[in-house]
């Protein structure tokens, strides 16, 4: 049978409040689950009554909140904890071929590894060697020769199906930063990944954590962020693995679960999307960021550093997890969406032409997946909170929004297709975003999948109306292919007689459906309003000049 190991203490403790103040009901929890883990024979220990939802794999969270409060339990319960927190006695001890790792382990009894030493030796250098010497992260720091020497000490234990392995701190040095060592299984049996595999995805998965607590910092309100590291580390790592998959469905099953209130094990995918979108060096780039900023934030940064926006990235990926499964499309996405779940949509809501709106509500740093059948068309509008400010302090807070689908293409903010338009209002406008996917094809959003020719430029909305108040501001957004963030063109605006109505240097930036672009008050010179009609305007960008036409109604 194989095991999703879901434990009672992520859904009492964590899950409701990450700064919650432990209660004793906790403590015990918490007390009553390492026992267990710890307990040579599980057959006859009591093992905790309740399971959450969400599958965890790794005890990083347990065993630490545990050691850094280990005052708080009760005298009889301490006792017996830090003689289970101290490092493992066991008969036997190898160094890894080069010299990276000490691995302990027992020839005989019930801890006795049921794998090969010799293929897991090889794994840890393999991790090291793609962690530190071909990302660059700097390796965990020695512990002072516990465990015989400087070697980093990987420790194997009968762990009995409650976790795959954690990694425990030990030495304080300050900056929330700790020496540690790891406790992995000895066989896998039971688990999603078996034997030897099981082994491998864990050490490379222990292993990050072992740099993240060594050389950045530890904050358990963001716990969420270093399980996404660690699980996405494996699939770098050991891409043929795939124990990853284990997870996914809880994420796919609830996409508008804010990120901080996810496991972490769940949105891997988070970090395999950014790694294909930007590479491997923005990722330690938001560790690196990370003693400073919160998860979010230092992900939003690193994202700004990289010509982008959260906001972009956040409804981008929603576009590429709607492609999976039997959507995938070979070659677009992410290279193993074929074996991905389905995404969760809305139940389906029935679109009644000429128009009409759609009230909904939804937690930031989430992706809302809104369904509207009209006969045998299916739109699917990707909604996105790139809130991280409240994701980071507020992520229970519900954020309304309003999503108007027309019929007619020239009145709604953003035109799908030939035969449908959309407006999209919520608040505060900068940190939503949406892309629309008709009919299984993407009609607006991912900009690298709606143009056949750089140098297309239009503008939106288009009409303009002065009696409308937008949900993306008053403005008309004129996007421009093959042009990069903070280029400086001449912008000019015509009457269609050419009477010169306005003029100015603009500098491209990011517009609200994530192009680049300019944007436009839609006033004359003397900064009135301009008349109905149609206008013309022209964009200079050095010896090159494009236009395009725009309407507007002062009604």
């Given at each position: 049978m194989i095991k999703k190991i879901a434990l009672s203490f992520i859904i009492i403790f964590y899950s409701v409040s990450l700064a919650q103040e432990l209660t004793q009901q906790k403590l015990d929890s918490l007390f009553n689950l390492f026992v267990y883990v710890r307990s040579e024979d599980k057959i006859k220990s009591e093992k905790p009554a309740n399971f959450s939802q969400q599958p965890e794999k790794c005890g990083f969270e347990l065993v630490n909140t545990i050691a850094l409060?280990?005052?708080?339990?009760?005298?009889?319960?301490?006792?017996?904890?830090?003689?289970?927190?101290?490092?493992?006695?066991?008969?036997?001890?190898?160094?890894?071929?080069?010299?990276?790792?000490?691995?302990?382990?027992?020839?005989?009894?019930?801890?006795?590894?049921?794998?090969?030493?010799?293929?897991?030796?090889?794994?840890?250098?393999?991790?090291?060697n793609f962690e530190i010497n071909f990302l660059g992260y700097p390796p965990p720091p020695v512990d002072n020769i516990n465990g015989g020497d400087s070697k980093y000490d990987i420790y194997i234990l009968d762990l009995?199906?409650?976790?795959?392995?954690?990694?425990?701190?030990?030495?304080?040095?300050?900056?929330?930063?700790?020496?540690?060592?790891?406790?992995?299984?000895?066989d896998y049996q039971g688990y999603y990944t078996t034997g030897i595999n099981g082994a491998r995805v864990t050490v490379a998965h222990e292993f990050h954590h072992a740099i993240q607590v060594g050389n950045y910092i530890y904050r358990e309100s963001d716990l969420f962020y270093y399980e996404i590291t660690s699980t996405a580390m494996e699939e770098f790592v050991f891409d043929d693995v795939n124990d990853y998959y284990a997870y996914m469905s809880d994420y796919f099953s609830n996409p508008t679960?804010?990120?901080?209130?996810?496991?972490?094990?769940?949105?891997?995918?988070?970090?395999?999307?950014?790694?294909?979108?930007?590479?491997?060096?923005?990722?330690k780039r938001q560790w690196e960021l990370m003693p400073s900023a919160r998860a979010l934030n230092a992900i939003n940064i690193s994202l700004n550093e990289y010509n982008s926006t959260l906001r972009n990235e956040l409804n981008r990926f929603g576009v590429w997890t709607y492609f999976t499964n039997y959507r995938s499309i070979p070659g677009k996405f992410f290279d193993e969406a074929a074996n991905y779940p389905l995404i969760r949509t809305s139940t389906p809501m029935v679109f009644n032409p000429p128009s009409k709106s759609f009230s909904m509500s939804t937690r930031p740093t989430t992706n809302y997946f809104l369904r509207i059948i009209d006969g045998r068309d299916t739109l699917i509008s990707i909604i996105s909170n790139s809130d991280f400010v409240s994701g980071t302090d507020s992520a229970n807070n519900f954020f309304n929004f309003e999503y108007i689908l027309y019929s007619d293409t020239s009145i709604g903010e953003r035109k799908l297709s030939g035969f449908y338009s959309a407006t999209l209002n919520?608040?505060?406008?900068?940190?939503?975003?949406?892309?629309?996917?008709?009919?299984?094809?993407?009609?607006?959003?991912?900009?690298?999948?709606?143009?056949?020719?750089?140098e297309e430029i239009f503008a939106f909305p288009n009409p303009y109306r002065y009696n409308k108040k937008y949900g993306l501001g008053n403005f008309v957004y004129i996007q421009i292919q093959n042009s990069e963030l903070g280029d400086e063109v001449d912008f000019s605006v015509f009457t269609t007689s050419m009477q010169l109505v306005f003029n100015s240097r603009e500098s491209v930036s990011f517009l609200p459906n994530g192009a680049?672009?300019?944007?436009?008050?839609?006033?004359?010179?003397?900064?009135?309003?301009?008349?109905?009609?149609?206008?013309?305007?022209?964009?200079?960008?050095?010896?090159?000049?494009?236009?395009?036409?725009?309407?507007?109604f002062n009604e």
């Open positions: 409060n280990i005052d708080k339990f009760l005298p009889e319960q301490q006792s017996i904890l830090k003689a289970l927190l101290q490092r493992p006695i066991l008969q036997k001890s190898i160094v890894t071929p080069r010299g990276y790792f000490r691995i302990h382990y027992d020839e005989t009894g019930v801890n006795a590894p049921k794998y090969s030493l010799t293929q897991l030796a090889l794994a840890l250098d393999s991790a090291y009995g199906g409650s976790y795959y392995g954690y990694t425990q701190f030990e030495d304080d040095l300050g900056g929330g930063k700790y020496t540690s060592f790891t406790v992995i299984d000895n679960r804010p990120f901080i209130l996810n496991n972490g094990y769940n949105l891997a995918v988070w970090n395999i999307f950014l790694k294909e979108r930007f590479g491997f060096d923005i990722l919520a608040s505060p406008q900068n940190f939503w975003s949406a892309s629309e996917i008709l009919n299984n094809l993407v009609v607006n959003g991912d900009s690298t999948f709606k143009f056949s020719d750089d680049k672009g300019i944007k436009y008050e839609v006033k004359n010179f003397d900064k009135k309003h301009l008349g109905s009609g149609v206008y013309i305007y022209a964009i200079k960008k050095q010896d090159k000049t494009i236009s395009g036409k725009f309407v507007v």
